[in-house]
């Protein structure tokens, strides 16, 4: 799996961003799709997943009620819509496929970085 994340951006603060996750090498239908960030000086954390099956969601806390996964199985791709963007919010973030809802992911995309300005 193959796994290229996109839609980074400079934006100022309480704007929008929405960020892409193209999969290639396999259809993903029975994974688990995750979004994670690294902010400067940071370690990674985790802030969004979802079920490719069913649907299902997961945030962070840090990002509830402002940030939205969702997927599209046709085309083989994940989003992650942002709003109300923090200056927090500044990281590079990273899409990340496992078969399984635990376990190690098989594949990380290679960042697309996403800087709020207050």
């Known amino acids: 799996v193959q796994l290229q994340a996109s839609g980074g951006g400079l934006v100022q603060a309480g704007g929008s961003l929405r960020l892409s996750c193209t999969v290639s090498g396999r259809t993903v239908n029975n994974y688990y799709m995750n979004w994670f960030r690294q902010g400067p000086g940071k370690e990674r954390e985790f802030v969004a997943s979802?079920?490719?099956?069913?649907?299902?969601?997961s945030y962070a806390d840090s990002v509830k009620g402002r940030f939205t996964m969702f997927r599209d199985n046709a085309k083989n791709m994940v989003y992650l819509q942002m709003n109300s963007l923090k200056p927090e919010d500044t990281a590079v973030y990273y899409c990340a496929a496992r078969p399984r809802w635990y376990g190690d992911f098989d594949s990380w995309g290679q960042g697309t970085q996403v800087t709020v300005s207050s």
């Open positions: 979802i079920s490719m099956a069913a649907g299902s969601t």
